[in-house]
């Protein structure tokens, strides 16, 4: 399973991470971009839960944790 927390919004476009105040985790920014979302169908062993292909944008810049978290820092 893949968890992902937005934790803070950043304008600063100089930065490319930063701490967390509070509870020291380390945030990097990911800007706007685009991806293929999924596994083409020619992959072995592909899950059904896997596709189909999508494309998928990102509009707004944001600040994502660079690591897992435990309980007790969310």
Known sequence: MLSIAIVSYGRDSNKRSMMSPGI??????????????G????????DKAE???????ITRRFWLGKTEFTQGQY
């Not at 596994?39 to 592909?46: A, G, V």
């Not at 596709?51 to 944008?57: D, L, M, N, S």
């Open 51 to 57: 596709g189909p292909q999508t494309r998928v944008g």
């Open 24 to 37: 020291g985790l380390e945030l990097i920014r990911v800007n706007p971009s685009s991806f293929t979302m």
């Open 39 to 46: 596994s083409p169908r020619s992959k072995t062993l592909r």
